[in-house]
């Protein structure tokens, strides 16, 4: 049986492309945090200096930081909430009921807890060491078959490790907030998870029906909220299950919205732009000041001793034109 989430995959993926693209970008640039003028000498801008803001190096470094930070509080927040709701949810555990083990032998299943509860609640939760949780109000409800379907439902995310890449998936959506497609993998993530955990129950038990009357009891009644826990998928795809296992060839697919493809391409575009644009970064120390200089590929960086001597005090100056007589000193070409 397929087990692949491609929605976890492409997230992966794309995370990992967008943080090599951030740093290139600020290798690129790393320059300007500690010049004070850029030079234009291109074919299209130049006998141009511009006055570096002393704002711009601190808003580029205040950026990155605000991202790593919030991606690396995420994650450790997420972790905290976890441990926090499992230690105060074990207080209430019992001992497994002889059906209950009966059930958990015949599908090979040692990863469970019972928690004495009446509301109808099942999950696989935990990071590092994932546990199936169930209560005693859904052992009570469901018949033997029923409450087997639901723990084979449990048994696929113990297997896959469904947990930490609802925890991936949250940090880097927290990460990049800035790309609305993250988010939305996120929450396919889930979905896909939850599709092929139903698969696999079914698979078991070459039947539907089990599953499928346990989610209309579990649907029916008070459902409990998740939302502190960011990797337990909550009762939000409980319909669309039901719907899936009455007509299992209809195919869940992954709809990204369009605002969300126009920001990924945006992002892409300029980035990829700005790292392929024609220019030789030069930066050179003087007494006074230093600059950054950038030079088209077809053309050669002045020396421009006379716009050294001083800061511009407006944003834009003219300066001389670009000539070939020079000699450019510690370079780092880019």
Same mark, same amino acid.
């Given at each position: 049986?397929?087990?692949?989430?491609?929605?976890?995959?492409?997230?992966?993926?794309?995370?990992?492309?967008?943080?090599?693209?951030?740093?290139?970008?600020?290798?690129?640039?790393?320059?300007?945090? &500690?010049?004070?003028?850029?030079?234009?000498?291109?074919?299209?801008?130049?006998?141009?200096?511009?006055?570096?803001?002393?704002?711009?190096?601190?808003?580029?470094?205040?950026?990155?930081?605000?991202?790593?930070?919030?991606?690396?509080?995420?994650?450790?927040?997420?972790?905290?909430?976890?441990?926090?709701?499992?230690?105060?949810?074990?207080?209430?555990?019992?001992?497994?009921?002889?059906?209950?083990?009966?059930?958990?032998?015949?599908?090979?299943?040692?990863?469970?807890?019972?928690?004495?509860?009446?509301?109808?609640?099942?999950?696989?939760?935990?990071?590092?060491?994932?546990?199936?949780?169930?209560?005693?109000?859904?052992?009570?409800?469901? &018949? &033997?078959?029923?409450?087997?379907?639901?723990?084979?439902?449990?048994?696929?995310?113990?297997?896959?490790?469904?947990?930490?890449?609802?925890?991936?998936?949250?940090?880097?959506?927290?990460?990049?907030?800035?790309?609305?497609?993250?988010?939305?993998?996120?929450?396919?993530?889930?979905?896909?998870?939850?599709?092929?955990?139903?698969?696999?129950?079914?698979?078991?038990?070459?039947?539907?029906?089990?599953?499928?009357?346990?989610?209309?009891?579990?649907?029916?009644?008070?459902?409990?909220?998740?939302?502190?826990?960011?990797?337990?998928?909550?009762?939000?795809?409980?319909?669309?299950?039901?719907?899936?296992?009455?007509?299992?060839?209809?195919?869940?697919?992954?709809?990204?919205?369009?605002?969300?493809?126009?920001?990924?391409?945006?992002?892409?575009?300029?980035?990829?732009?700005?790292?392929?644009?024609?220019?030789?970064?030069?930066?050179?120390?003087?007494?006074?000041?230093?600059?950054?200089?950038?030079?088209? &590929?077809?053309?050669?960086?002045?020396?421009?001793?006379?716009?050294?001597?001083?800061?511009?005090?407006?944003?834009?100056?003219?300066?001389?034109?670009?000539?070939?007589?020079?000699?450019?000193?510690?370079?780092?070409?880019?």
């Amino acid at each position: 049986m397929k087990r692949a989430n491609y929605s976890f995959i492409c997230l992966t993926f794309t995370a990992l492309t967008v943080s090599s693209i951030v740093t290139a970008l600020l290798y690129k640039a790393f320059p300007l945090l &500690t010049s004070k003028a850029l030079y234009f000498c291109q074919k299209y801008i130049s006998t141009v200096m511009f006055e570096v803001p002393r704002s711009l190096p601190n808003a580029l470094i205040l950026a990155i930081g605000v991202v790593l930070v919030i991606g690396i509080a995420s994650f450790l927040l997420q972790l905290i909430k976890t441990r926090v709701f499992l230690r105060k949810l074990l207080i209430n555990r019992v001992d497994l009921s002889s059906n209950l083990v009966r059930v958990l032998e015949n599908i090979n299943l040692k990863k469970a807890v019972l928690i004495k509860d009446k509301n109808l609640v099942s999950f696989c939760c935990g990071t590092f060491s994932p546990v199936i949780v169930i209560t005693t109000g859904l052992v009570g409800s469901l &018949t &033997t078959k029923e409450l087997e379907a639901v723990l084979l439902h449990e048994q696929a995310h113990l297997l896959s490790r469904d947990p930490f890449k609802v925890l991936i998936g949250k940090t880097f959506s927290s990460m990049f907030f800035f790309l609305p497609i993250f988010r939305e993998l996120h929450k396919n993530i889930e979905a896909a998870n939850e599709m092929l955990a139903d698969q696999w129950a079914v698979s078991r038990q070459q039947n539907s029906a089990f599953l499928r009357g346990a989610l209309k009891k579990i649907l029916a009644a008070p459902q409990l909220d998740f939302v502190a826990v960011s990797n337990i998928s909550g009762s939000d795809y409980f319909e669309i299950r039901i719907h899936r296992l009455v007509n299992p060839g209809k195919k869940h697919e992954f709809k990204p919205s369009l605002a969300s493809l126009a920001t990924t391409f945006l992002f892409f575009f300029v980035s990829l732009f700005l790292l392929r644009t024609p220019v030789r970064a030069f930066h050179t120390d003087s007494m006074s000041n230093s600059s950054y200089f950038l030079c088209s &590929t077809d053309q050669v960086c002045p020396s421009l001793e006379k716009s050294l001597a001083y800061i511009p005090s407006h944003p834009f100056l003219p300066e001389e034109g670009c000539n070939d007589n020079v000699t450019i000193s510690n370079p780092m070409a880019k």
